[in-house]
């Protein structure tokens, strides 16, 4: 039998490499926006991802290159790049997840808000495109504002007569990882370990992370509370600020990216248990989009999570974000049925 074990040892290898280039599926993701400052790192780090057969890169210019740069990366995925309206519907077909971070960033004194005009109108064309090249897609909306850009995205997809709630996701991912990073530093634990649930939006005061429900556990005073969560909220404009006009989060941004595709992956290759925070349609509270802790599978959202215990400090945060949050959405549906 000592035998048979190391035969066994032996033939390890190869049975496993056999296993897993069978065992891991075919699929499309496609990054819209893939030349810009999310998009080149984003496409980078999605190349680097074993569960990607196939990646597709558009923008409105650009992505020759970016896609020719990433291209030579010795991992698994097939690499093309698409450029203008033409190539849009071949950027799409067959696509599994489409990553959209395409749009305007902030510039210093910008709120999310302000970016709604021009963004609004890219993802509105964008997500017409996919209602019709790949109306089966997961949608993992980057673009800002997020609290709207997601009701504009299902607007379209209703219009289309192909919606469904479970595969339309607002990334918030980001304000996950700063809630993560910033909660370490202050509570002196190891950051690989820790988790921190942050629900809501994503803009502003609309971002609540729930550090009452963090782990490790860590006994902060209360003006540590409240400063972890004015950071968090105002994460991206530390951000724009330091970048002094040159642009808001791009490489925290497509780690975040990144983190969220692989989860929406993992969930629909059956992979059990992937939870993730994002910004959904929701019955949770009473608005009708909501960020909160959902798991993922084979269709998309398998369930939106509830939001778990909140302290008196996080449940004052939830009333006060609840207004701007539902002017937002309303916001955004408005624009999608006028235009
Ligand atoms: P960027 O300006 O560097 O890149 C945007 C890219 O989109 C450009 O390459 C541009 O050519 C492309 N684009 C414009 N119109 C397009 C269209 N119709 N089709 C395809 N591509 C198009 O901007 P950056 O920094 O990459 O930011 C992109 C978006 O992501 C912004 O709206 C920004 O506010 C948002 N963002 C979201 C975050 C989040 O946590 N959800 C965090 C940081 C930024």
Redesign the pocket.
């Known amino acids: 039998s000592s035998l048979l074990r190391s035969v066994k040892t032996l033939a390890r290898p190869t049975t496993a490499r056999a296993y897993s280039v069978d065992s891991v599926p075919s699929r499309k993701v496609t990054v819209?926006?893939?030349?810009?400052?999310?998009?080149q790192p984003l496409s980078l780090l999605m190349k680097l991802n074993p569960l990607v057969s196939q990646l597709a890169l558009?923008?409105?210019?650009?992505t020759p290159g970016v896609a020719a740069d990433v291209s030579h990366i010795n991992s698994r995925s097939e690499v093309a790049g698409y450029m203008g309206d033409d190539q849009?519907g071949l950027a799409l077909e067959g696509s599994d997840v489409v990553i959209i971070?395409?749009?305007?960033?902030?510039k210093p004194g910008m709120t999310?808000d302000d970016?709604f005009n021009i963004?609004a109108g890219?993802v509105k064309?964008?997500c017409t495109a996919i209602a019709k090249y790949c109306p089966h897609a997961i949608v993992n909306?980057?673009?800002?504002?997020?609290n709207s850009t997601v009701p504009i995205a299902a607007e379209v997809f209703k219009k289309a007569g192909i919606y469904d709630e479970k595969k339309l996701f607002?990334?918030?991912?980001?304000?996950v990882v700063r809630a993560k990073t910033f909660y370490a530093g202050k509570a002196n634990v190891n950051v690989a370990e820790v988790n921190v649930p942050v629900v809501g939006g994503?803009a502003g005061v609309t971002i609540l992370p729930l550090f009452s429900q963090a782990t490790p556990k860590a006994n902060l005073s209360q003006d540590d509370i409240q400063a972890l969560t004015k950071r968090t909220q105002d994460g991206?404009t530390e951000v724009v600020e330091a970048k002094a006009g040159k642009?808001?989060?791009?490489l925290s941004?497509a780690y975040?990216?990144a983190i969220f595709a692989d989860a929406c992956l993992k969930g629909l290759n059956g992979v059990p248990d992937v939870v993730e925070c994002s910004y959904v349609q929701s019955t949770i509270t009473e608005l009708p989009f909501f960020a909160s802790k959902v798991r993922l599978g084979k269709n998309g959202v398998e369930e939106v999570l509830g939001l778990g215990p909140l302290s008196d400090y996080e449940k004052g945060g939830l009333e006060k974000l609840k207004p701007e949050l539902k002017s937002s959405i309303e916001k955004g549906i408005e624009f999608a049925k006028k235009n």
Do not use: E
């Open positions: 819209l926006g893939a030349a810009g400052g999310i998009g558009y923008d409105i210019g650009g849009l971070p395409a749009g305007v960033p902030r999310r970016l963004n890219i064309s964008l909306m980057i673009s800002n504002p997020v607002g990334v918030t991912t980001l304000d994503h991206g642009g808001s989060a791009t941004m975040a990216g």
